[in-house]
């Protein structure tokens, strides 16, 4: 149960596009659809974004997809706006255990 | 709407034991997964544990099997933590969070505070 890896920090200017990578291995992030990522701002309850690699939840902007290839999965922000600046965990169910990323601080320049 | 309130958190010295609660309303309690995750001082999220809709299998993270163990009272909407030989590095703010059958975490409590310190 390795974390999965992601980049520490990532920052872009409102209106731009970013992308945040999330690596895992041929036993969690390539043999599973299952990958999900996470929204958190320090002090609050963590809010899904993406489950099952691409789908959004009800109520989540167009603005934010998953996407994956091979042992990486990737969540894309478009036209980045203020309160997109927040924490980044992508999550893989595989084996009987979920692992989470080790989180990627988004900067909203 | 959807509501996930945890309880049970305080302070245990190491080797003692915490048990938290986890009072869910809005949803058909019993038609769903349910899992804690927490988050260290400084760290990232990591989950912990998940219990299938009816309590009939469980799952749990290697840093805590034998250790922790989940479970759930259906006729209450409220799954429990019971945390066992706890160490320094299980200070953390737990988190209830509830399944959408699609093995992600639809919906997250506030969390709850354990430190352990001597």
């Known amino acids: 149960q390795s974390a999965l890896t992601q980049p520490a920090s990532v920052s872009g200017s409102p209106g731009q596009s970013i992308t945040i990578s999330c690596t895992g291995t041929s036993s969690d992030v390539g043999n599973s659809n299952l990958v999900s990522w996470y929204q958190h701002h320090p002090g609050t309850a963590p809010k899904l974004m993406v489950y099952e690699g691409s789908k959004r939840p009800s109520g989540v902007s167009n603005r934010f997809s998953g996407s994956k290839s091979g042992n990486t999965a990737s969540l894309t922000i478009s036209g980045l706006q203020a309160e997109d600046e927040a924490d980044y965990y992508c999550?893989?169910?595989?084996?009987?255990?979920?692992?989470f990323g080790g989180g990627t601080k988004l900067t909203v320049l | 709407q959807v509501q996930l309130v945890e309880s049970g958190g305080g302070v245990v010295q190491p080797g003692g034991s915490l048990r938290l609660s986890c009072a869910a309303s809005g949803f058909t309690f019993n038609t769903y997964g349910m899992h804690w995750v927490r988050q260290a001082p400084g760290k990232g999220l990591e989950w912990m544990a998940y219990i299938s809709f009816d309590g009939g299998y469980d799952f749990y993270a290697d840093s805590v099997k034998g250790r922790f163990t989940i479970s759930r009272d259906n006729s209450k909407s409220t799954q429990f933590l019971q945390m066992n030989s706890l160490r320094h590095e299980d200070t953390a703010v737990y988190y209830c969070a509830k399944d959408n059958t699609g093995w992600a975490c639809d919906f997250w409590g506030q969390g709850t505070l354990v430190t352990v310190s001597s």
């Open positions: 999550c893989s169910f595989a084996a009987s255990s979920w692992v």
